[in-house]
């Protein structure tokens, strides 16, 4: 397994967010992470990204033990994460909001991959002097996933990928995701669109108040029709 | 604090203590407890910004200064009394304290502290250049009856008193209407303003409020120090009275005096210690602050609270 | 006004305000980067000067290089405070981080008085030399020019750093969003180190070019601090050009203020000045939307 994360309880203050998780994901497999709000995803995802600190509970990526490593080590070992908003600094120009996607590969050029990221998101190329805040919503997640893939990751996690967006850009970002996967790489997608989701992962996660409620495949969540009607708001 | 009985009964207490204590002192603690208790005074007002409304302010020492000019100027110049002087100290600050308040919506904390810190700069600057405020020399002050008759023990009873009321007028203000709004506002100003807070109204009383004691504060210390000088109200003025505030533990009644014994007796106390003392007084200035973000009192608080086990709470990691 | 006044009055300003504005770059990246707004910055450039005076130069070195071993050892000293006075408890908040670097302030401050005393003037030796050349018919000495010359280096060194080199591009992700910086893989605490060594070398500069015109002691800084935040505020705490820019204005606007009015109004115009520009542009003279962090 890429990633496996076990036993994982992260709370804030007095509150828990998440009461004992176990999460797994292999090479090339995408594992998509579904619930209501307020489930714990972003939580989960800043957890094993390494911005929060879990109290209990071992995540291991890639052979090593990162439980207690920071964000910014975990990005060398090859996990890169969209926040949840995107994260795009809006008073930087896409070029150079991409420069900091290759900041642990010791810059575009070593890195590589401008070009390739130019070419699955030609719009980058066209507005790559422009301030990053002018961008439309789905050209900032084409962003937000430009400047992940050239951190060069293992695990891509993007929280939210649809969020906000038009059903033709939602579209054109999962089958991405597929042909990202294809290439061997790993996805953790948080989503409350589950039709869509469902369409592209191979195993799922539901999360229900900080407890897993299921794990196993799309066909096997949408044969749970009570879940799907109770925590996903789906018939 | 005073809110809860054991809290009342030690407030009770050490005001007695304070009361009687001068009866046998000489008069060099005298005069050592009196300027703790004025700069306690000052501390206690300064307190209503940063500890109510978590605005900074880095200007006190300008209404203190206000304070100390208008009385001697009054007194002097114009041989007015020494209660009217006061009282035109007080107005002074409290039309400032507006004036300071006014931009404050359109500002961030950041801009707001430097104009607070820069108004206390150019007052220092302005008494320097003119006749009227004695120039770089300053005013003497001429000695009032109060300090003269039984060995000045009538002007020690006068900053007493007027510390006992300012601090009481401090814990109704906190307790209050006006403390429960300026607490609100500087938790979350959206928050405040859904409820009905006028924000402009309040950040501009808390001004007016730290005024009113910053320059009550300043009369005093012009009279027990029978000196107004510009040397006593530079910039490091404002932020030695921040830092008391911070250090004794800000937003409490208590942390602000005791933040202010600790600037004022701390280079007394390590006077013995020769040109260190100045060296001494910020090295522990420095620690408390870097060590005990909650002050002296929270420090305190703090070693209580430990011997009881504690949850580990959520952070960042390092 | 005479010509020559007028030259002197603006040669002044300018050589001030650009000094003002240098101190301001190092307040804005510092308040920008780790959200503490920095008293101590001028007192570095103080103690700088007595570094040097007291601790380089009688090594008998070139003088050029003593500057540059007191540069980088005010740099040292600048990381050092972030390491050992703003690391501990980081979740303290901006408020008692101020607090601390007022700390800072007190004891440097009071270190520089212990050893060197209160109001005793020493005498630095300039590194540009004694002598003046005449400039369009006025004489300016080698020490404005050379002032003049480093400050506009140092801007334009700035400047560049932060548009063209990685390390200037992370610093700028700290300052926008230390989160989604170390998202990046940018180490944020290295980020702040180095920005703290940063404002203590810039400090240093400016103590260094200070010193020799006027006499060093201990005041030396204190009439810089805040003219250097009001720079700061000037560029809307944001824009680096901004804040030069807003210096230069400043101190030509006090100068001018000195000589046509009084010298004793230098001072409280420069309130003057830094309300208007906090009335009309909150923003700062260049800036456009308002992004304060506090
Ligand atoms: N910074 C925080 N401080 C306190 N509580 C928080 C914080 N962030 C999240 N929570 C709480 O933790 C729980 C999980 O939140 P989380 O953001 O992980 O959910 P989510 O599944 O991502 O929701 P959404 O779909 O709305 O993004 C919620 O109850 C939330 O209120
Ligand atoms: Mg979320």
């Keep these: 397994m890429l990633l496996q994360a076990e036993g994982l309880r992260v709370g804030y203050g007095e509150m828990m967010a998440l009461h004992g998780i176990s999460l797994q994901a292999g090479a090339g497999e995408i594992v998509a992470v579904l619930g209501a709000n307020g489930a714990g995803k972003t939580t989960l995802l800043r957890t094993l990204s390494g911005l929060l600190s879990a109290r209990a509970g071992r995540i291991s990526f890639d052979g090593h033990d990162v439980s207690r490593r920071p964000a910014h080590q975990l990005v060398r070992l090859g996990i890169s994460h969209v926040p949840e908003g995107r994260g795009v600094l809006a008073e930087l120009t896409v070029i150079e909001n991409l420069q900091l996607g290759a900041y642990a590969r010791g810059g575009v050029r070593k890195s590589g991959g401008l070009d390739r990221v130019f070419e699955l998101f030609p719009v980058l190329a066209e507005r790559r002097d422009q301030p990053a805040g002018m961008l439309s919503g789905g050209e900032q997640q084409m962003l937000a996933i430009g400047r992940s893939l050239l951190a060069r990751p293992k695990l891509l996690m993007i929280d939210e990928l649809s969020l906000g967006l038009a059903p033709r850009i939602v579209h054109q970002l999962m089958d991405l995701m597929h042909t990202i996967k294809t290439e061997g790489l790993s996805v953790l997608l948080v989503e409350q669109n589950v039709h869509q989701t469902l369409k592209v992962a191979d195993r799922v996660y539901l999360l229900v108040n900080g407890h897993i409620a299921f794990q196993g495949t799309p066909d096997a969540l949408r044969a749970e029709g009570d879940l799907m009607r109770t925590y996903l708001g789906t018939d | 604090m005073p809110g809860k009985t054991s809290g009342w009964a030690f407030a009770l207490i050490a005001v007695a203590a304070l009361a009687i204590a001068p009866l046998w002192l000489g008069t060099y603690p005298r005069y050592v407890i009196s300027v703790w208790l004025i700069f306690a005074l000052s501390a206690v007002g300064l307190n209503i910004p940063i500890g109510l409304a978590s605005i900074y302010s880095f200007g006190h020492g300008g209404f203190m200064l206000i304070g100390a000019y208008a009385t001697g100027v009054a007194t002097i110049s114009w041989g007015w009394p020494l209660l009217p002087a006061m009282l035109l100290a007080v107005v002074i600050a409290i039309a400032v304290g507006a004036l300071i308040g006014l931009p404050s919506l359109r500002l961030t904390g950041f801009s707001l502290a430097i104009v607070t810190f820069a108004f206390g700069y150019m007052l220092f600057h302005v008494v320097k250049a003119f006749d009227l405020t004695g120039g770089p020399q300053g005013l003497f002050m001429p000695e009032t009856a109060l300090a ?139 620690l408390v602050a870097t060590l005990f973000p909650s002050g002296l009192l929270g420090m305190a608080k703090s070693a209580i609270r430990r011997l009881r086990p504690q949850p580990v709470p959520a952070a960042v990691r390092e | 006004m005479s010509s020559q006044l007028l030259a002197s009055t603006i040669i002044n300003g300018v050589l001030n305000g650009g000094l003002y504005g240098l101190l301001g770059l190092a307040i804005v990246l510092v308040f920008r980067t780790t959200a503490v707004a920095n008293f101590a910055q001028g007192e570095l450039g103080m103690f700088a000067g007595f570094i040097l005076l007291m601790g380089v130069l009688p090594l008998d070195l070139p003088l050029w290089l003593s500057w540059l071993i007191t540069v980088a050892v005010s740099g040292v000293i600048g990381g050092a405070v972030y390491l050992i006075m703003l690391r501990p408890r980081p979740n303290a908040g901006h408020l008692n981080m101020t607090v601390r670097t007022l700390g800072f302030y007190t004891l440097i401050y009071a270190v520089s008085v212990y050893a060197w005393g209160a109001l005793e003037p020493y005498r630095v030796p300039t590194v540009f030399g004694p002598e003046t050349v005449p400039v369009l018919g006025f004489s300016i000495s080698y020490d404005q020019l ?37 998202l990046q893989g940018i180490n944020v605490r290295r980020i702040a180190l180095s920005v703290w060594l940063i404002a203590g070398a810039i400090g240093a500069i400016v103590g260094l070019l200070v010193a020799p015109i006027s006499f060093l002691e201990t005041s030396l800084m204190r009439p810089y601090i805040l003219k250097a935040f009001t720079a700061a505020i000037m560029g809307g705490l944001y824009s680096f050009a901004g804040v030069l820019v807003g210096g230069v204005i400043l101190g030509v606007a006090e100068s001018f203020a000195a000589v046509a009015i009084s010298i004793h109004m230098r001072e409280p115009f420069v309130f003057m000045v830094l309300l208007l520009v906090l009335l009309l542009r909150p923003a700062g003279i260049l800036g456009k939307v308002q992004r304060g962090r506090v």
């Design chain 2, 148 to 286: 003269r008759a039984w060995g000045g023990r009538p002007l020690y009873y006068m900053v007493l008193a007027i510390f006992v009321v300012g601090v009481f007028w401090a814990h109704s203000i906190a307790t209050g209407k006006t403390g429960r709004a300026l607490r609100t506002l500087g938790t979350n100003e959206i928050v405040a303003q859904s409820l009905g807070i006028n924000l402009l109204r309040a950040k501009m009383l808390s001004f007016m409020l730290s005024g009113v004691y910053g320059a009550v504060a300043g009369s005093l210390l012009a009279l027990v120090t029978t000196y107004v000088a510009p040397e006593t109200y530079t910039p490091e003025l404002s932020i030695n009275m921040f830092a008391a505030v911070m250090i004794g533990g800000s937003g409490t009644l208590v942390g602000p005096i005791l933040g202010a014994l600790f600037i004022v007796l701390i280079p007394e106390l390590t006077q013995s210690a020769q040109n260190l003392s100045e060296i001494i007084y910020a090295l522990i200035f420095c």
């Design chain 3, 146 to 182: 050379g002032t003049v010359g480093v400050t506009i280096i140092m801007a334009a060194a700035f400047l560049l750093f932060f548009r063209y080199t990685q390390l200037g591009l992370a610093m700028r992700a700290v300052a926008i969003n230390p989160e989604v910086a170390s």
